[in-house]
């Protein structure tokens, strides 16, 4: 026995004779037995509401008329014990949304706790989400060391393609001079010609401030007017000097103060002679929102981190976790096959029409260009000499990103824009929408029941 064992002594609750013993604490302790020897008794009529009855009576007076008190179990002494809580027993269930925590009721404590004193992350960037109001904000610019130089903007275009002449137009009509385009800044009268197709950021300089004391109300003016514009975004970006850095460091120093993407940073460093001009961008948002980008979720709330509710379920398996799918080896039955000779479930090359094929076709070219892969090289290449990329890609799918497919004709060459779904997410779809009941035989044939792709198992939709 040590000091922090819990020991009881003399034990008499129910059908318990006079029990002493001693549990080691913050072990699993099992306690078996035959019916009717006590092991109810001793866990919850005898630990349990000693424990429980402890912690009631530290509370206040005011606290103990909400919490029902439990009466002293027949014991002579208890040492060592904590507060307890105790699972209520229930009978199992078949149902496949029932786990421990659901029918314990511990999971609803969980939910509450989780929605009000978690915090969320951006699944795209994974920086934190929080709101701030604008006073907020005003009192974060405020307090920056005097003699800080800083500039308010307001984010209107991230990483698009355009040239913008109408945009630059719209913002001199309404006053603006000023704009940092790519990381420049520029005078809007004299605005570059962007490249069309490369992708442009820009942001609108809403004032130019020295940090220190009387600059509150100039400050909250370009607050008010950059959360209006960037639609309840704005960027301070304040300028530090620093002593010259080594060039192997982690940050990359250009010249004109270009905006830094290698490491996802923000920063923007232009080169002095002694010293660097470092100037740092931070990222404020005055709705439930990630400021970097620009995702928007749901405050959170108990129902958000529950697979019961449609707010909080996984929304390709329905929050079971589970769904019907083909598995990898049915879906690449001869993986030393191409996919042009049949490496691919239900994919006959000879027996596809023309529009088939140059969706196909399209989808191979941008994850080529993916994965730096020779040009029409995907589908005539064999399965298991692919790299991992590239496959992951053909059979999951390449998300949102733009694929540009050519349709050729008699006419010329007609081009249109869309996305690839992935070979599986067809075969799917494929089920899901069958309306003839061999078709739809035909591909249960070769599907399992396997862990949705989409949470992983863990039921709950990407937010929560």
């Not at 701030?132 to 904000?137: C, E, H, N």
């Not at 250009?254 to 920063?267: I, L, V």
């Not at 923007?268 to 961008?281: F, H, I, L, P």
């Not at 494929?430 to 039921?459: D, F, I």
């Amino acid at each position: 026995m040590t000091t922090r064992d819990i020991v009881i002594r003399g034990a008499r609750e129910h059908n318990l004779q006079s029990v002493s013993l001693s549990l080691p604490r913050n072990k699993l302790i099992v306690m078996s037995g035959v019916s009717g020897s006590g092991k109810s008794s001793l866990a919850f009529d005898t630990l349990y509401a000693e424990g429980q009855r402890r912690y009631v009576e530290s509370l206040s007076t005011y606290a103990r008329q909400f919490l029902g008190q439990m009466p002293k179990p027949d014991v002579d002494s208890i040492t060592g014990l904590a507060p307890s809580i105790s699972i209520q027993q229930k009978s199992t269930s078949r149902n496949p949304r029932s786990t421990v925590g659901t029918i314990t009721e511990i999971y609803d404590f969980l939910r509450v706790l989780y929605a009000r004193v978690g915090q969320g992350y951006c699944y795209v960037s994974g920086l934190p989400i929080r709101a701030q109001s604008a006073d907020q904000i005003i009192d974060s610019l405020l307090s920056q060391p005097a003699g800080t130089r800083f500039q308010i903007l307001a984010p209107l275009v991230a990483n698009q393609k355009g040239e913008f002449r109408d945009l630059f137009e719209d913002l001199m009509k309404k006053g603006y001079l000023r704009a940092r385009v790519d990381g420049e800044t520029i005078n809007l009268a004299e605005a570059p010609a962007l490249r069309k197709h490369h992708k442009h950021t820009i942001d609108v300089v809403i004032d130019r401030l020295t940090a220190g004391p009387g600059q509150r109300t100039r400050i909250a003016e370009a607050v008010e007017q950059a959360l209006k514009l960037g639609d309840g975004r704005l960027i301070c970006s304040a300028d530090s000097v620093s002593t010259r850095a080594s060039d192997s460091g982690p940050e990359r120093r250009t010249a004109a103060g270009r905006r830094q993407t290698a490491d996802s940073s923000a920063d923007m460093v232009a080169e002095t002679s002694a010293e660097y001009r470092k100037t740092v961008d931070r990222l404020y948002s005055s709705q439930y929102s990630c400021p970097e980008s620009g995702m928007s979720y749901e405050p959170p709330s108990p129902q958000l981190f529950s697979f019961n509710s449609p707010l909080g379920m996984c929304t390709e398996c329905g929050g079971l976790g589970m769904r019907h799918g083909f598995p990898l080896h049915r879906m690449v039955p001869d993986p030393a096959r191409s996919i042009q000779k049949g490496a691919l479930l239900l994919l006959d090359w000879s027996k596809l029409g023309r529009w088939p094929k140059h969706i196909l076709a399209g989808a191979a070219a941008a994850i080529e260009e993916d994965c730096g892969l020779p040009a029409d090289s995907l589908l005539k290449m064999k399965w298991q000499d692919m790299p991992q990329q590239a496959r992951d890609l053909w059979l999951y799918g390449t998300g949102t990103r733009h694929i540009t497919f050519s349709w050729r004709s008699r006419g010329g060459v007609w081009k249109h824009g869309g996305t690839w779904e992935g070979w599986s997410n067809r075969l799917l779809e494929s089920w899901r929408t069958a309306a003839n009941p061999m078709r739809r035989r035909q591909l249960e044939k070769h599907m399992e029941v396997v862990t949705c792709s989409a949470c992983q198992g863990e039921r709950l939709n990407r937010q929560a």
